[in-house]
């Protein structure tokens, strides 16, 4: 990777860093201690379903609201406040700016999730006492919302190539809903008939497809994660944040700078 | 070779938003300017400069022409480490310290991981920063502001600097420091463009100057040339408070001071007032031409495009 794109990168995780967007660990931490305690008082099995359902599903909000929020304003708020002169006029192609911006904040959020994983676990191990062997599917599932980071983080980027920071923010957020349910979109479709499939089908396709990438339920539930799942996730999350930057890059490509 | 070259550079804007209705932003520029040059971009807010320069720095894409600066292409990644550029009213990361802001910048300018740290600290003292390289940049003043935008500007040594509005909210110190140190780029060989509309500051550091106004060229040259063009008149002292009849009819314009009589006159009537003053028999001290000023030259520019302006609507 260029030093450019390091550089690009590592100023936006700074950037986050300085603006506090780490604090965010406090609230969570705070969510989670109050939680297992809370939960102690309930039978052994459903405090620790209750912490692996509840610590994950928090992992993943908070990192989707930081995603949203900070991805959408990466390339207008440059824009705005005129920071992106100084750096254009460099030796910096715009794709490495865009590229640099996605793996800044996506590094912001992988540093965000680990922390989060350490309170995850910390928070099993004092109300299960002792690991088990399971309790290993719960790095795949944070693997897989890190994989919803990358997406998430993506989009945010392509709609804030071309459009104010409100708009951007919802429509990442309206797709995140709607592929948070793309599983039943693509049930639905295959109920009805007509222009209304098509439709369905070809909305179902087009927003990422959260639904396959979301395994809480079945983590938390001791259930193993197929090999096969985590290999087509990864590549369909790849592919899928790659098509968006580089829709994202093809728009930036070509945006006058006014 | 020219450091910059611009052939017929053109933006035109499409505004509105359901009709898109085009917005002439710059007619098309033809502007050359040497290796080694301080050249003056002059006009009123609005009338182009900015977008000229951001067509230079590749942050906008023209309509029509080209630009090149050292012989390459503008959009070329290989000329903009060889150039600086100072945005108007420049705003920074303000989370940054002044001493990261510069390595930041050092390091997307390519400047070699060992000497960066170094170079920054040259540029915060040559800008007179030296000890706020530890403070972050949302605590500085507008004027500390704009030292930090001149010290990311030169930090990598590039060989043509652009400055937009350089002194823009700088206090009479700070405008002599700009003012000096844009005498010592130009003594290290470098080539500097800057815009401004402050006058004087133009008429003091430029080679030559552009005046554009309405997004057109309205005159280029150098200085004394440009101001030449304006009045064309000549100061005449004689001693003595006599003033010959003739010096009337000749468009004089005539004080006494001590024992001396001055008068000022267009320059073709020279002679014939020298003609008068020995008919008259006095004695004649000097002839000095009267150099108009850029700003008298610049109002009169503006004068004449608003009035063709005018006529053509």
Redesign the interface.
């Given at each position: 990777m260029s030093?450019?794109i390091v550089?690009?990168a590592s100023?936006t995780f700074?950037?986050a860093v300085?603006?506090r967007v780490l604090y965010n660990l406090i609230a969570f931490a705070l969510l989670l201690s109050g939680a297992a305690i809370f939960v102690g008082q309930i039978s052994i099995d459903i405090e620790k379903l209750v912490v692996i359902n509840l610590g994950l599903t928090a992992v993943s909000l908070f990192g989707i609201v930081i995603a949203i929020f900070i991805g959408i304003g990466l390339v207008s708020k440059e824009i705005d406040?005129?920071?992106?002169?100084?750096?254009?006029?460099?030796?910096?192609?715009r794709w490495e700016f865009i590229v640099g911006k996605f793996f800044g904040l996506a590094g912001t959020l992988v540093v965000n999730a680990f922390f989060m994983a350490i309170g995850v676990f910390a928070a099993l191990l004092y109300v299960a006492h002792q690991f088990q062997k399971s309790d290993g599917w719960i790095l795949v599932a944070l693997y897989f919302i890190v994989l919803q980071f990358l997406i998430i983080c993506s989009l945010a980027l392509l709609f804030s190539s071309f459009s104010s920071p409100l708009l951007s923010a919802l429509f990442a957020f309206s797709l995140f809903v709607i592929g948070s349910f793309s599983e039943d979109l693509r049930g639905f479709a295959a109920l009805v008939k007509g222009p209304t499939r098509w439709l369905a089908t070809g909305i179902a396709y087009l927003v990422p497809n959260f639904s396959a990438l979301n395994v809480i339920g079945s983590v938390a539930h001791a259930q193993p994660v197929p090999g096969k799942l985590i290999a087509y996730n990864t590549a369909y999350a790849l592919l899928y944040s790659a098509v968006a930057l580089s829709g994202a890059v093809l728009i930036f490509q070509?945006r006058?700078?006014? | 070779m020219a450091a910059i070259e611009i052939v017929g550079l053109e933006k035109i804007?499409s505004v509105g938003f359901w009709r898109k209705r085009p917005k002439l932003a710059l007619k098309p520029l033809n502007l050359t300017v040497e290796d080694g040059e301080v050249f003056g971009f002059l006009g009123p807010n609005g009338a182009g400069k900015t977008t000229t320069l951001?067509m230079l720095?590749?942050?906008?894409?023209p309509t029509g022409g080209s630009a090149r600066i050292l012989g390459m292409d503008v959009n070329d990644?290989?000329v903009?480490?060889r150039?600086g550029?100072l945005?108007e009213?420049?705003?920074?990361?303000d989370?940054?310290t002044a001493r990261e802001l510069l390595e930041?910048?050092g390091?997307?300018?390519?400047v070699p991981g060992k000497d960066i740290s170094g170079r920054a600290e040259a540029m915060l003292a040559r800008v007179g920063l030296e000890d706020a390289g530890a403070v972050q940049l949302r605590k500085f003043s507008k004027g500390m502001l704009q030292r930090v935008?001149i010290a990311?500007a030169i930090l990598?040594d590039p060989q043509v600097v652009?400055l937009d509005e350089p002194m823009s909210g700088l206090d009479p110190m700070g405008r002599r420091e700009v003012r000096d140190l844009i005498g010592q780029l130009k003594q290290e060989g470098k080539t500097v463009f800057f815009s401004t509309h402050i006058l004087s500051d133009a008429e003091a550091l430029c080679d030559r100057v552009a005046v554009i106004h309405l997004g057109e060229l309205r005159g280029v040259g150098a200085v004394a040339e440009l101001t030449s063009s304006v009045h064309g008149k000549v100061e005449l002292v004689w001693h003595g408070h006599a003033v010959p009849a003739a010096m009337k009819t000749l468009g004089a314009e005539c004080h006494v001071t001590g024992d001396t009589t001055r008068a000022t006159l267009p320059e073709e009537n020279q002679d014939l007032a020298i003609d008068a003053l020995r008919r008259d028999k006095l004695r004649l001290v000097s002839v000095t031409p009267v150099r108009a000023t850029l700003e008298q030259y610049f109002v009169e520019r503006l004068k004449r495009a608003e009035t063709t302006a005018g006529g053509m609507a």
């Open positions: 030093t450019r550089s690009i100023n700074r950037e300085r603006d406040k005129r920071t992106l002169y100084t750096v254009l006029s460099r030796p910096v192609r070509r006058n700078l006014k | 804007y951001k720095m590749g942050l906008v894409f990644p290989g903009k480490a150039i550029f945005p009213q420049p705003y920074f990361y989370y940054l930041y910048y390091r997307l300018s390519g935008g990311q990598h652009f």
